[in-house]
Protein backbone atom coordinates (compact mmCIF):
# COMPACT_ATOMS: atom_id res chain seq x y z
CA UNK A 1 0.00 0.00 0.00
CA UNK A 2 1.12 3.49 -1.01
CA UNK A 3 0.15 6.74 -0.50
CA UNK A 4 0.74 10.54 0.03
CA UNK A 5 1.29 10.77 3.47
CA UNK A 6 4.44 12.09 3.82
CA UNK A 7 6.08 12.83 7.71
CA UNK A 8 9.35 13.37 8.93
CA UNK A 9 11.35 12.99 11.42
CA UNK A 10 13.78 16.35 11.96
CA UNK A 11 16.31 16.70 14.96
CA UNK A 12 18.92 18.60 15.60
CA UNK A 13 22.56 16.85 15.89
CA UNK A 14 22.98 18.51 19.44
CA UNK A 15 23.99 15.97 22.40
CA UNK A 16 22.99 12.95 22.81
CA UNK A 17 19.30 11.17 21.57
CA UNK A 18 16.74 11.54 24.52
CA UNK A 19 13.72 9.69 24.47
CA UNK A 20 11.26 12.51 24.00
CA UNK A 21 12.80 13.01 20.55
CA UNK A 22 12.94 8.99 19.62
CA UNK A 23 8.96 8.67 20.84
CA UNK A 24 8.38 11.68 18.27
CA UNK A 25 10.10 9.65 15.62
CA UNK A 26 8.36 6.72 15.93
CA UNK A 27 4.89 8.17 16.33
CA UNK A 28 5.71 9.84 12.59
CA UNK A 29 7.35 6.54 11.51
CA UNK A 30 4.43 4.06 12.86
CA UNK A 31 2.12 6.86 11.15
CA UNK A 32 4.21 6.07 7.34
CA UNK A 33 4.06 2.74 8.17
CA UNK A 34 0.45 2.09 8.77
CA UNK A 35 -0.51 4.41 5.71
CA UNK A 36 1.58 3.03 3.71
CA UNK A 37 3.24 7.08 3.51
CA UNK A 38 6.75 7.93 3.25
CA UNK A 39 9.00 8.30 6.24
CA UNK A 40 11.70 11.07 5.96
CA UNK A 41 14.44 11.74 8.19
CA UNK A 42 15.78 14.98 8.19
CA UNK A 43 18.78 16.72 10.00
CA UNK A 44 18.39 20.44 11.09
CA UNK A 45 22.00 21.72 11.59
CA UNK A 46 22.26 25.32 10.74
CA UNK A 47 23.12 26.02 14.73
CA UNK A 48 26.74 25.94 13.84
CA UNK A 49 28.07 26.93 17.27
CA UNK A 50 26.03 23.87 18.60
CA UNK A 51 25.60 21.08 16.31
CA UNK A 52 28.78 18.60 16.14
CA UNK A 53 29.53 15.57 13.79
CA UNK A 54 29.69 13.24 16.71
CA UNK A 55 26.22 13.66 17.24
CA UNK A 56 25.17 13.38 13.85
CA UNK A 57 25.99 9.91 13.58
CA UNK A 58 24.51 9.01 17.05
CA UNK A 59 21.61 10.02 15.71
CA UNK A 60 21.86 7.71 12.35
CA UNK A 61 23.03 4.40 14.81
CA UNK A 62 20.31 5.44 17.41
CA UNK A 63 17.65 4.91 14.50
CA UNK A 64 19.48 1.82 13.00
CA UNK A 65 19.92 0.20 16.90
CA UNK A 66 15.68 1.09 17.05
CA UNK A 67 15.16 -0.64 14.09
CA UNK A 68 13.09 2.75 12.41
CA UNK A 69 14.20 2.70 9.05
CA UNK A 70 13.83 5.72 6.76
CA UNK A 71 12.43 6.31 3.67
CA UNK A 72 14.48 9.47 2.56
CA UNK A 73 16.94 11.12 4.46
CA UNK A 74 20.70 10.51 4.96
CA UNK A 75 22.43 7.58 3.34
CA UNK A 76 19.64 6.63 1.52
CA UNK A 77 18.61 10.05 -0.12
CA UNK A 78 15.83 10.67 -2.05
CA UNK A 79 14.23 13.29 -4.61
CA UNK A 80 14.56 15.93 -2.40
CA UNK A 81 18.03 15.91 -1.43
CA UNK A 82 19.94 16.94 0.66
CA UNK A 83 18.53 15.66 3.95
CA UNK A 84 21.12 18.08 5.71
CA UNK A 85 19.91 21.71 6.59
CA UNK A 86 23.91 22.79 6.17
CA UNK A 87 23.86 21.53 2.56
CA UNK A 88 21.04 23.64 1.65
CA UNK A 89 21.95 27.18 2.62
CA UNK A 90 21.68 28.23 -1.29
CA UNK A 91 18.23 26.64 -1.07
CA UNK A 92 17.16 29.29 1.57
CA UNK A 93 19.00 32.56 0.66
CA UNK A 94 16.77 32.14 -2.84
CA UNK A 95 13.65 31.73 -0.89
CA UNK A 96 14.63 34.71 1.72
CA UNK A 97 15.50 36.71 -1.49
CA UNK A 98 11.58 35.92 -3.05
CA UNK A 99 9.71 37.27 0.50
CA UNK A 100 11.84 39.49 0.25
CA UNK A 101 11.33 40.81 -3.04
CA UNK A 102 7.40 40.31 -2.54
CA UNK A 103 7.29 42.57 0.45
CA UNK A 104 7.14 39.38 2.87
CA UNK A 105 9.67 40.59 5.25
CA UNK A 106 12.21 43.71 6.60
CA UNK A 107 15.12 44.17 7.98
CA UNK A 108 15.03 45.05 12.13
CA UNK A 109 17.90 46.91 13.20
CA UNK A 110 16.78 46.91 17.08
CA UNK A 111 19.41 46.04 18.98
CA UNK A 112 19.01 43.31 22.48
CA UNK A 113 18.89 46.37 24.58
CA UNK A 114 16.53 47.87 22.95
CA UNK A 115 14.09 44.80 22.35
CA UNK A 116 14.35 44.23 26.32
CA UNK A 117 13.99 47.72 27.17
CA UNK A 118 10.32 47.63 25.24
CA UNK A 119 9.97 44.45 26.10
CA UNK A 120 9.89 45.26 29.95
CA UNK A 121 7.61 48.56 28.80
CA UNK A 122 4.85 46.12 27.30
CA UNK A 123 5.10 43.54 30.58
CA UNK A 124 4.22 47.03 32.57
CA UNK A 125 1.32 47.92 30.52
CA UNK A 126 0.09 44.45 30.56
CA UNK A 127 0.46 44.22 26.79
CA UNK A 128 1.98 41.20 25.13
CA UNK A 129 5.86 41.23 24.76
CA UNK A 130 6.43 40.23 21.58
CA UNK A 131 7.96 42.19 19.42
CA UNK A 132 6.19 45.64 18.65
CA UNK A 133 6.85 46.90 14.95
CA UNK A 134 9.37 49.31 15.68
CA UNK A 135 11.64 48.45 12.10
CA UNK A 136 7.91 47.32 10.57
CA UNK A 137 7.88 50.45 8.16
CA UNK A 138 11.69 51.98 8.03
CA UNK A 139 12.02 54.07 4.64
CA UNK A 140 15.20 53.43 2.79
CA UNK A 141 16.88 56.40 4.04
CA UNK A 142 15.55 55.47 7.91
CA UNK A 143 17.57 52.12 7.09
CA UNK A 144 20.31 53.30 5.17
CA UNK A 145 20.74 55.89 8.51
CA UNK A 146 21.22 52.58 10.70
CA UNK A 147 23.44 50.63 8.58
CA UNK A 148 25.83 53.90 8.47
CA UNK A 149 25.42 53.26 12.38
CA UNK A 150 27.41 50.00 11.56
CA UNK A 151 23.74 48.64 12.97
CA UNK A 152 23.25 45.13 11.57
CA UNK A 153 19.99 43.76 10.84
CA UNK A 154 18.04 40.30 11.05
CA UNK A 155 15.71 39.94 8.47
CA UNK A 156 11.40 39.33 10.22
CA UNK A 157 8.37 38.20 8.66
CA UNK A 158 5.97 40.68 8.38
CA UNK A 159 3.06 38.50 10.21
CA UNK A 160 -0.45 39.37 8.16
CA UNK A 161 -2.32 40.52 12.13
CA UNK A 162 -5.15 38.15 11.82
CA UNK A 163 -6.12 35.53 14.15
CA UNK A 164 -5.01 31.66 13.17
CA UNK A 165 -7.48 28.98 13.89
CA UNK A 166 -6.53 25.36 12.88
CA UNK A 167 -7.64 21.83 13.50
CA UNK A 168 -5.10 20.18 15.13
CA UNK A 169 -4.98 16.28 14.43
CA UNK A 170 -4.75 15.53 18.04
CA UNK A 171 -6.28 18.75 19.87
CA UNK A 172 -8.77 19.50 17.63
CA UNK A 173 -9.47 23.10 16.98
CA UNK A 174 -6.67 25.77 18.02
CA UNK A 175 -7.23 29.26 18.05
CA UNK A 176 -3.97 31.97 18.20
CA UNK A 177 -4.94 35.83 18.43
CA UNK A 178 -3.07 38.43 16.25
CA UNK A 179 -1.72 39.51 18.61
CA UNK A 180 0.29 36.75 20.80
CA UNK A 181 1.61 36.10 17.02
CA UNK A 182 4.04 38.97 16.43
CA UNK A 183 6.78 39.49 13.78
CA UNK A 184 9.26 37.03 13.66
CA UNK A 185 13.07 36.71 12.46
CA UNK A 186 13.64 34.07 9.56
CA UNK A 187 17.51 35.10 9.53
CA UNK A 188 20.22 36.39 11.81
CA UNK A 189 22.25 39.18 11.23
CA UNK A 190 25.46 36.89 10.17
CA UNK A 191 22.98 35.77 7.62
CA UNK A 192 22.68 32.21 8.94
CA UNK A 193 18.98 31.19 8.70
CA UNK A 194 17.05 30.48 11.94
CA UNK A 195 14.38 27.15 12.68
CA UNK A 196 11.52 29.33 11.66
CA UNK A 197 12.68 29.84 8.33
CA UNK A 198 14.43 25.80 7.13
CA UNK A 199 12.02 24.12 8.63
CA UNK A 200 8.75 25.37 7.10
CA UNK A 201 10.74 25.45 3.97
CA UNK A 202 12.70 22.15 4.23
CA UNK A 203 8.58 20.82 4.74
CA UNK A 204 7.36 22.52 1.74
CA UNK A 205 9.89 21.74 -0.41
CA UNK A 206 9.81 17.94 0.46
CA UNK A 207 6.02 18.18 0.37
CA UNK A 208 5.30 17.18 3.97
CA UNK A 209 1.70 16.50 4.30
CA UNK A 210 1.47 15.97 8.39
CA UNK A 211 3.78 17.46 10.89
CA UNK A 212 3.74 15.50 14.21
CA UNK A 213 5.65 16.92 16.90
CA UNK A 214 6.04 17.51 20.50
CA UNK A 215 3.61 19.61 22.13
CA UNK A 216 5.95 22.70 22.86
CA UNK A 217 6.05 23.43 19.70
CA UNK A 218 2.11 24.44 19.56
CA UNK A 219 3.11 28.06 19.79
CA UNK A 220 5.14 27.96 16.68
CA UNK A 221 2.62 26.54 14.51
CA UNK A 222 0.68 30.17 13.80
CA UNK A 223 4.04 31.88 12.41
CA UNK A 224 4.64 28.61 9.68
CA UNK A 225 1.34 28.46 9.08
CA UNK A 226 1.74 32.52 8.14
CA UNK A 227 4.95 31.26 6.67
CA UNK A 228 3.30 28.75 4.21
CA UNK A 229 0.71 31.34 2.89
CA UNK A 230 3.91 33.29 1.66
CA UNK A 231 5.56 30.20 0.49
CA UNK A 232 2.53 29.25 -1.55
CA UNK A 233 2.01 32.54 -2.67
CA UNK A 234 5.85 32.95 -4.22
CA UNK A 235 5.57 29.20 -5.69
CA UNK A 236 7.85 27.41 -2.72
CA UNK A 237 5.14 25.44 -1.07
CA UNK A 238 2.02 23.46 -3.01
CA UNK A 239 0.08 23.07 0.32
CA UNK A 240 0.02 23.14 3.71
CA UNK A 241 0.87 20.23 5.77
CA UNK A 242 -1.16 19.38 8.77
CA UNK A 243 -0.35 19.56 11.87
CA UNK A 244 -0.64 17.33 15.31
CA UNK A 245 1.05 17.85 18.58
CA UNK A 246 2.21 14.99 21.14
CA UNK A 247 1.27 15.17 24.28
CA UNK A 248 4.05 16.12 26.97
CA UNK A 249 6.25 13.86 28.80
CA UNK A 250 6.94 13.96 32.39
CA UNK A 251 8.96 13.51 34.81
CA UNK A 252 9.77 13.81 38.47
CA UNK A 253 7.71 16.53 39.89
CA UNK A 254 5.33 17.08 37.19
CA UNK A 255 7.94 18.39 35.21
CA UNK A 256 8.58 18.02 31.45
CA UNK A 257 11.25 15.26 30.98
CA UNK A 258 14.06 17.36 29.84
CA UNK A 259 17.39 16.36 28.27
CA UNK A 260 18.92 16.86 31.90
CA UNK A 261 16.99 14.17 33.50
CA UNK A 262 18.97 10.52 33.72
CA UNK A 263 16.25 8.58 32.42
CA UNK A 264 15.87 10.24 29.33
CA UNK A 265 18.97 9.74 27.75
CA UNK A 266 18.87 7.02 25.06
CA UNK A 267 22.83 6.12 25.61
CA UNK A 268 21.71 5.05 29.11
CA UNK A 269 19.17 2.51 28.34
CA UNK A 270 21.88 0.95 25.46
CA UNK A 271 24.23 0.63 27.69
CA UNK A 272 22.18 -0.85 30.64
CA UNK A 273 20.84 -3.37 28.16
CA UNK A 274 17.54 -2.06 27.29
CA UNK A 275 16.22 -4.26 24.26
CA UNK A 276 15.24 -1.21 21.62
CA UNK A 277 11.96 -3.34 20.79
CA UNK A 278 11.14 -3.18 24.80
CA UNK A 279 11.68 0.42 24.84
CA UNK A 280 9.99 1.58 21.79
CA UNK A 281 6.86 -0.79 23.32
CA UNK A 282 7.26 1.73 26.16
CA UNK A 283 7.85 4.63 24.82
CA UNK A 284 4.43 4.50 22.13
CA UNK A 285 2.40 3.63 25.34
CA UNK A 286 3.50 7.19 26.24
CA UNK A 287 -0.11 9.06 24.85
CA UNK A 288 -0.90 6.31 22.78
CA UNK A 289 -3.27 3.04 23.33
CA UNK A 290 -3.20 -0.12 20.88
CA UNK A 291 -6.68 -0.99 23.57
CA UNK A 292 -8.50 -3.88 24.70
CA UNK A 293 -5.31 -2.82 27.91
CA UNK A 294 -2.84 -4.57 25.45
CA UNK A 295 0.62 -3.16 26.55
CA UNK A 296 3.00 -5.72 25.14
CA UNK A 297 3.73 -5.25 21.72
CA UNK A 298 6.27 -5.30 18.87
CA UNK A 299 6.67 -2.18 16.68
CA UNK A 300 5.70 -3.64 13.52
CA UNK A 301 2.48 -4.20 15.92
CA UNK A 302 2.01 -0.88 16.95
CA UNK A 303 2.58 0.61 13.23
CA UNK A 304 -0.43 -1.94 12.15
CA UNK A 305 -2.57 -0.20 14.67
CA UNK A 306 -1.73 2.87 14.65
CA UNK A 307 -3.82 5.89 13.94
CA UNK A 308 -3.92 9.21 15.31
CA UNK A 309 -7.01 9.03 17.03
CA UNK A 310 -5.72 6.64 19.42
CA UNK A 311 -3.16 9.43 20.74
CA UNK A 312 -4.25 11.36 24.08
CA UNK A 313 -3.42 14.73 24.11
CA UNK A 314 -3.10 14.81 28.05
CA UNK A 315 0.59 14.69 29.37
CA UNK A 316 2.34 11.12 29.50
CA UNK A 317 4.53 10.13 32.75
CA UNK A 318 7.56 8.24 32.15
CA UNK A 319 7.80 5.31 34.64
CA UNK A 320 11.14 4.01 34.52
CA UNK A 321 10.19 1.07 36.87
CA UNK A 322 7.34 0.25 33.92
CA UNK A 323 9.75 0.74 31.12
CA UNK A 324 11.80 -1.85 32.96
CA UNK A 325 9.45 -4.38 33.56
CA UNK A 326 8.52 -4.43 29.79
CA UNK A 327 12.25 -4.69 28.82
CA UNK A 328 12.46 -7.67 31.59
CA UNK A 329 9.17 -8.77 29.54
CA UNK A 330 10.86 -8.22 26.57
CA UNK A 331 13.93 -10.78 27.15
CA UNK A 332 11.69 -13.54 28.33
CA UNK A 333 10.04 -13.04 25.35
CA UNK A 334 12.93 -13.75 23.04
CA UNK A 335 14.80 -17.22 22.27
CA UNK A 336 17.80 -18.21 24.60
CA UNK A 337 19.64 -18.50 21.61
CA UNK A 338 19.45 -14.66 20.81
CA UNK A 339 19.44 -14.05 23.96
CA UNK A 340 22.96 -14.84 24.96
CA UNK A 341 24.39 -13.14 21.65
CA UNK A 342 23.00 -9.84 23.20
CA UNK A 343 24.92 -10.98 26.36
CA UNK A 344 28.21 -11.23 25.08
CA UNK A 345 29.21 -7.81 24.62
CA UNK A 346 28.11 -7.26 28.63
CA UNK A 347 30.51 -10.19 29.49
CA UNK A 348 33.53 -8.80 27.05
CA UNK A 349 32.74 -5.42 29.02
CA UNK A 350 32.89 -7.05 32.28
CA UNK A 351 36.17 -9.21 31.46
CA UNK A 352 34.35 -12.12 31.79
CA UNK A 353 35.20 -13.70 28.26
CA UNK A 354 37.15 -12.78 25.25
CA UNK A 355 36.39 -10.55 22.76
CA UNK A 356 35.58 -13.32 20.10
CA UNK A 357 34.24 -15.99 22.77
CA UNK A 358 35.93 -19.13 22.49
CA UNK A 359 34.02 -22.23 21.77
CA UNK A 360 33.54 -23.42 25.33
CA UNK A 361 32.39 -19.96 26.69
CA UNK A 362 29.81 -20.27 24.08
CA UNK A 363 28.82 -23.30 24.92
CA UNK A 364 28.46 -22.21 29.00
CA UNK A 365 26.66 -19.23 28.16
CA UNK A 366 24.29 -21.13 26.17
CA UNK A 367 23.92 -23.75 29.01
CA UNK A 368 23.84 -20.72 31.28
CA UNK A 369 21.06 -18.32 29.67
CA UNK A 370 18.14 -20.73 30.26
CA UNK A 371 18.71 -20.59 34.04
CA UNK A 372 18.93 -16.81 34.02
CA UNK A 373 16.22 -15.79 31.37
CA UNK A 374 13.94 -15.47 33.95
CA UNK A 375 15.10 -13.24 36.41
CA UNK A 376 16.83 -10.75 34.05
CA UNK A 377 15.41 -7.51 34.06
CA UNK A 378 18.34 -5.34 31.95
CA UNK A 379 21.15 -7.44 29.70
CA UNK A 380 24.10 -5.86 32.08
CA UNK A 381 22.61 -7.50 35.09
CA UNK A 382 23.73 -10.61 33.48
CA UNK A 383 27.05 -10.61 34.37
CA UNK A 384 27.17 -10.61 37.82
CA UNK A 385 24.55 -13.61 37.73
CA UNK A 386 26.97 -15.04 35.57
CA UNK A 387 30.81 -14.75 36.67
CA UNK A 388 31.21 -17.54 38.52
CA UNK A 389 30.75 -19.71 35.16
CA UNK A 390 33.52 -17.92 33.61
CA UNK A 391 36.26 -17.41 36.41
CA UNK A 392 37.72 -19.61 39.15
CA UNK A 393 38.37 -16.79 41.58
CA UNK A 394 35.51 -17.38 43.83
CA UNK A 395 36.28 -15.59 47.00
CA UNK A 396 32.60 -16.03 49.17
CA UNK A 397 31.81 -13.41 51.90
CA UNK A 398 32.44 -14.47 55.17
CA UNK A 399 29.05 -13.44 55.58
CA UNK A 400 27.88 -16.52 53.47
CA UNK A 401 29.42 -18.99 56.15
CA UNK A 402 27.29 -20.59 58.91
CA UNK A 403 28.77 -22.80 61.77
CA UNK A 404 27.75 -25.94 59.79
CA UNK A 405 29.37 -24.77 56.49
CA UNK A 406 33.02 -26.45 56.54
CA UNK A 407 31.46 -29.97 57.92
CA UNK A 408 28.61 -29.27 55.12
CA UNK A 409 31.20 -29.15 52.43
CA UNK A 410 33.63 -31.89 53.39
CA UNK A 411 29.97 -33.59 53.48
CA UNK A 412 29.99 -32.41 49.70
CA UNK A 413 32.63 -33.65 48.72
CA UNK A 414 32.43 -37.36 49.98
CA UNK A 415 29.27 -37.45 47.88
CA UNK A 416 29.94 -35.93 44.90
CA UNK A 417 33.64 -36.87 44.38
CA UNK A 418 33.15 -40.61 43.51
CA UNK A 419 29.57 -39.70 41.79
CA UNK A 420 29.88 -41.09 38.36
CA UNK A 421 26.47 -39.08 36.88
CA UNK A 422 27.30 -35.59 36.63
CA UNK A 423 24.28 -34.51 35.87
CA UNK A 424 21.57 -32.22 37.47
CA UNK A 425 19.16 -34.80 39.37
CA UNK A 426 21.76 -36.55 40.13
CA UNK A 427 23.99 -33.47 41.97
CA UNK A 428 20.17 -33.15 43.82
CA UNK A 429 20.13 -36.04 44.89
CA UNK A 430 23.55 -37.05 46.21
CA UNK A 431 23.45 -33.60 48.21
CA UNK A 432 19.55 -33.90 49.58
CA UNK A 433 20.35 -37.36 50.59
CA UNK A 434 23.95 -36.62 52.32
CA UNK A 435 23.14 -32.79 53.73
CA UNK A 436 19.27 -32.46 54.37
CA UNK A 437 18.72 -36.50 55.37
CA UNK A 438 22.25 -37.53 57.03
CA UNK A 439 23.08 -34.34 58.68
CA UNK A 440 19.57 -33.11 59.11
CA UNK A 441 20.15 -29.85 58.00
CA UNK A 442 17.21 -27.49 56.43
CA UNK A 443 17.62 -27.18 52.66
CA UNK A 444 18.17 -23.32 52.69
CA UNK A 445 21.31 -24.09 55.56
CA UNK A 446 22.74 -27.49 53.93
CA UNK A 447 22.73 -25.79 49.98
CA UNK A 448 23.40 -22.22 51.19
CA UNK A 449 26.94 -23.29 51.87
CA UNK A 450 27.42 -25.48 48.85
CA UNK A 451 26.02 -22.43 46.83
CA UNK A 452 28.58 -20.25 48.37
CA UNK A 453 31.45 -22.48 47.82
CA UNK A 454 30.16 -22.93 43.84
CA UNK A 455 29.59 -19.27 43.40
CA UNK A 456 30.62 -16.92 45.87
CA UNK A 457 27.33 -15.94 46.23
CA UNK A 458 23.82 -15.93 48.47
CA UNK A 459 21.42 -15.46 45.44
CA UNK A 460 22.61 -17.39 42.34
CA UNK A 461 21.05 -19.30 38.97
CA UNK A 462 19.78 -23.11 40.13
CA UNK A 463 22.52 -24.50 42.18
CA UNK A 464 22.55 -27.74 40.63
CA UNK A 465 22.45 -26.48 37.26
CA UNK A 466 25.33 -24.51 37.71
CA UNK A 467 26.80 -27.29 39.03
CA UNK A 468 26.40 -29.63 36.33
CA UNK A 469 27.38 -26.73 33.30
CA UNK A 470 30.51 -25.90 35.95
CA UNK A 471 31.68 -29.52 35.94
CA UNK A 472 33.14 -31.91 38.62
CA UNK A 473 36.74 -31.53 38.89
CA UNK A 474 35.44 -27.87 38.99
CA UNK A 475 32.82 -27.49 41.40
CA UNK A 476 35.03 -30.18 44.05
CA UNK A 477 38.20 -27.74 43.69
CA UNK A 478 36.03 -25.21 44.68
CA UNK A 479 34.80 -27.03 47.32
CA UNK A 480 37.94 -28.16 49.19
CA UNK A 481 39.38 -24.44 48.01
CA UNK A 482 36.18 -23.41 50.14
CA UNK A 483 37.38 -25.94 53.39
CA UNK A 484 40.79 -24.71 53.34
CA UNK A 485 39.30 -21.19 53.53
CA UNK A 486 37.54 -22.29 56.79
CA UNK A 487 40.02 -24.53 58.49
CA UNK A 488 42.54 -21.20 58.20
CA UNK A 489 39.64 -18.99 60.00
Known amino acids: MTSDIR ?6 PTGNPHVGMIRTALFNWAYARHT ?9 DTDSARDSQESYQALLDSMRWLGMTWDEGPEV ?16 RDVVSKLESSGYTYPCFCTTEELDARREIAMQEKRPPGYDGHCRNLTIEEQEKFRAEGREAVIRFRMPGTDFTWNDLIRGEVTFKAEHVPDFVLVRANGEPLYTLVNPVDDALMRISHVLRGEDLLSSTPRQ ?3 FQALQHIGVAQFTPEYGHLPYVMGEGNKKLSKRDPESSLAMYRDQGYLPEALLNYLALLGWSMGNDVEFFSPTQMAEAFTLERVNPNPARFDLKKCTAINGDWIRFISPTLLAELIVPFLVRAGLISEVPTEREFEVLNQAVPLIQERLDTLSSAPELLAFLFTDSISPDRSLWTDESRSVLERSIEILKPLQDWSTDAIHTALRVALVEEL ?4 KLAFGSVRAAITGQKISPPLFESMEILGQDSCLERLRRSVESLQGS
Open 440 to 443: QLKP
Open 77 to 92: GGPFGPYRQSERTAIY
Open 36 to 44: GGTFVFRIE
Open 7 to 12: VRFCPS
Open 225 to 227: LAL
